[in-house]
């Protein structure tokens, strides 16, 4: 690995000219396929299979008009009049009708939109509700009980809810534009004296977040790689070649979404914000190992050579580590998760690439000019041995003093900060978990003060009575109905409507709690576990859907996934590991470290956005698919710092050094360029922080958090100190096992030896072919 990687680095130097070339045409060509095939992103988190789909897909069956849940471009405004006041008032009700008429002269909202005035439509619809029912058979009482529950117009006549849907096949076609006129409408409304917000899946946002969180990472990156190598070039390459990784890989995703509906809108931000920092991250280790080799040499061609087949070799097996997370997250059988991955693991791939050959190549063309633009003179301190003593040395030998201590109070203050995980409560984002600032939230509230929270949390019931003989089948209609009604935590149910040939219901079910409550869930949860009897009792098959049901059925699926992820993860990069280092201490306690990182990650993000410390965010449940996909992150980036740090160390090891005086060396060599690199990811994730997408927010903040537990604490503190207390038994590896693993030489020891032959032999032998690629 390091002989191939030394050629690769050596020959992108020397014919810098051509490989520029080769990915200059890459960007012509991706940008290209980019610009011709980009389509829409999707945002359907469904899942072929789970039992809300199966519903759904029977309800298609029963009734061909209705569209899926997710595809409902719907809009709920909600007018509100003054305290004191109804909206039946002359002022107030002109106010709605001029609302209504801004409404349908919006784009994308058809004419023919059944848009009412609630204080004037109500009250006949009620009446006509009720008088349906009672002809059904239908108890007044119980009629009139229904009517309530769908009611339009609150009870004191104050709140309203109008509602339509754009004239849109799926939620992403419909354009900002008609958002924003719907907007202006609420706007004008609220000069009036009303009180109008907007929500629904026709509200939603699908932009993608804007380019200043990516901006806010880039100017800290540049500022951590300006002090690590006192250049300003220097600091550049790294950027440079980043955002050819990154520009790339977006690049790519977007060109993907023409040929598959898998893309969600989030999609590229994960890609952005892993390609980003690691792309910054293979840069920077590369560039520092190729100034250290310049102290050793003169021959920048050889320093690039030796760098990268050295630092080389270690970023390949980082990528590996991380595409091997990313790319697992399809074992999971989530459409749009697989897509996250594959498209974050894409970048990764890129950003490796990049590394091994664009930034050689970039060395090539500014020659001696690389570490100019000179701001700070590297004088490092040395010790009598001439060796430099450094701020990593320092470290390492206060870890070496108390080894078992520093391992005991890192496991106790992860697992303390991990203590708030045992809450941790898992559903998507709604509009009444949404930022008390936005429309949406505002709308959700209005709508839970007025109707219960609910209203917004609606389960329906799919009755196939095909089976049923054609007089029975009201009656079966009716016992379903009344099944759902006696549920607890249920406060009505009703059927909602029958197809023309009457062998098929739809019975909607209000529940008692909201979208985000833990007890619509185990509601949905009791109805699927009686409903085998109902079905028995009634010759029907059920089945349960609609947004709730099918958010709850991805959820409880990404928590059932997550075991055998986090095992086929796990597994596949322990035996990497053991490739790399060839012992298996080294990966199990680089697993442990990383099983501490996580857990800490997820309680620290559970405390500060599940229960609102601090302040920093309003309270609000965990996004379902963030812990898997932390998990996935997470660890490709562990082990990222683990093979940078402690291959220094093996090098050292197995070239003489003692186990103690090895962890010291490769600390002195690679600490302040892991710690460097660690600043600058944090800066990358943390600035996606800023973005208001409550998604992105916290995978920002979880990855941001990861980052600094995991470099600075497990790999700085925990790992040395486990790399002290098991001295040499550290790299033990059983003698069998030694002989059927590969030697892919990391630490570059046979790179050496080859070089070392070379010079011997000289020109004309076949121990000089390194040589001739000069």
Wanted: glycine share 8%.
């Amino acid at each position: 690995m390091a002989t191939l990687l030394y050629r690769l680095g050596r020959t992108a130097f020397r014919r810098w000219k051509a490989f520029l070339a080769v990915w200059l045409v890459a960007v012509v060509a991706v940008g290209a396929a980019a610009f011709t095939l980009s389509q829409p992103t999707s945002d359907e988190f469904t899942i072929p299979g789970i039992p809300s789909e199966q519903a759904a897909d029977l309800q298609q069956e029963l009734f061909p008009s209705s569209q899926d849940a997710f595809d409902q471009a719907t809009v709920n405004v909600v007018v509100a009049a003054p305290e004191g006041e109804t909206l039946a008032d002359p002022d107030n009700q002109a106010a709605v009708q001029a609302l209504i008429d801004d409404l349908l002269a919006v784009d994308q909202v058809p004419d023919d939109a059944p848009l009412a005035d609630p204080s004037v439509a109500w009250p006949e619809q009620r009446q006509g509700i009720v008088a349906q029912q009672v002809q059904a058979g239908t108890p007044r009482a119980a009629a009139e009980a229904n009517a309530d529950t769908i009611a339009t117009l609150s009870e004191d006549g104050r709140v309203g809810v109008i509602s339509f849907a754009f004239d849109v096949d799926t939620v992403t076609d419909v354009e900002p534009a008609s958002q924003d006129a719907v907007k202006d409408a609420l706007a004008d409304a609220r000069d009036a004296g009303l009180t109008a917000e907007a929500n629904g899946q026709g509200m939603a946002s699908f932009e993608p977040p804007g380019a200043s969180s990516e901006a806010l990472g880039i100017a800290v990156a540049l500022g951590v790689l300006v002090l690590t190598f006192g250049s300003l070039v220097a600091a550049g390459l790294p950027i440079l070649t980043a955002m050819v990784g990154v520009g790339i890989g977006i690049a790519g995703i977007t060109a993907a979404t023409g040929l598959t509906d898998t893309v969600g809108s989030t999609t590229p931000t994960l890609a952005s914000m892993i390609g980003l920092a690691v792309g910054i991250d293979y840069a920077l280790f590369i560039l520092a190992r190729y100034r250290s080799e310049l102290t050793r040499t003169d021959d920048r061609a050889e320093a690039v050579g030796k760098a990268v087949g050295t630092a080389g070799s270690a970023v390949v097996f980082a990528g590996l580590t991380v595409l091997i997370a990313l790319a697992a997250l399809t074992v999971v059988g989530i459409p749009f998760l697989s897509a996250m991955g594959l498209a974050a693991a894409a970048t990764v791939l890129v950003a490796v690439l990049v590394a091994l050959t664009l930034l050689p190549a970039l060395l090539g063309m500014v020659g001696g000019k690389a570490f100019g633009g000179v701001v700070r003179r590297y004088r490092p301190t040395r010790e009598a041995d001439g060796a430099v003593l450094n701020n990593g040395v320092r470290w390492a030998r206060v870890v070496g003093k108390r080894p078992v201590a520093v391992a005991l109070l890192v496991v106790v203050a992860l697992g303390a900060v991990a203590i708030p995980m045992k809450d941790l409560f898992l559903a998507f984002p709604t509009d009444s978990t949404a930022s008390s600032d936005t429309t949406q939230r505002r709308a959700s509230d209005l709508v839970t003060e007025a109707f219960g929270p609910g209203r917004e949390a609606p389960l329906l019931v799919v009755v196939d009575a095909r089976d049923v003989p054609a007089e029975e089948r009201g009656a079966a209609f009716g016992a379903v109905t009344e099944w759902a009604a006696t549920q607890d935590g249920v406060v009505n149910a009703q059927v909602a409507g029958t197809n023309e040939a009457g062998d098929g219901a739809q019975v909607l079910i209000t529940p008692e709690a909201g979208p985000d409550d833990p007890a619509t869930r185990d509601l949905l949860q009791e109805l699927r576990d009686t409903e085998g009897d109902t079905e028995q009792a009634t010759g029907t098959d059920l089945g349960i859907t609609g947004l709730t049901a099918i958010t709850t059925d991805v959820s409880d699926r990404l928590n059932g996934a997550l075991p055998i992820y986090l095992a086929v993860v796990v597994g596949l990069a322990f035996l990497l590991l053991m490739v790399v280092f060839r012992s298996v201490l080294v990966p199990l306690t680089a697993t442990l470290g990383f099983l501490l990182s996580v857990l800490a990650t997820i309680g620290a993000t559970v405390a500060v956005f599940q229960e609102g410390a601090f302040g920093l965010v309003e309270g609000q449940p965990i996004v379902s698919f963030l812990p898997i996909l932390l998990i996935g992150v997470v660890f490709g980036l562990a082990m990222d710092y683990q093979v940078f740090l402690v291959t220094r160390i093996r090098e050292a090891y197995v070239h003489g050094a003692d186990a103690r005086e090895a962890v010291v060396d490769g600390f002195r060599n690679s600490a302040r360029v892991v710690a460097a690199a660690a600043v600058i990811m944090t800066s990358v994730f943390a600035a996606f922080v800023l973005i208001d997408d409550p998604i992105i927010k916290s995978m920002g903040f979880a990855l941001a958090v990861a980052v600094v537990f995991d470099a600075f604490v497990v790999r700085m503190a925990l790992i040395p100190a486990l790399m002290y207390v098991l001295g040499d038994k550290a790299w033990w590896l059983p003698a069998w096992l030694d002989r059927i693993l590969p030697d892919v030489d990391v630490e570059g020891e046979k790179l050496q030896a080859h070089l070392d032959a070379t010079r011997r032999e000289g020109p004309g032998t076949r121990e000089s072919e390194l040589a001739e690629v000069r």
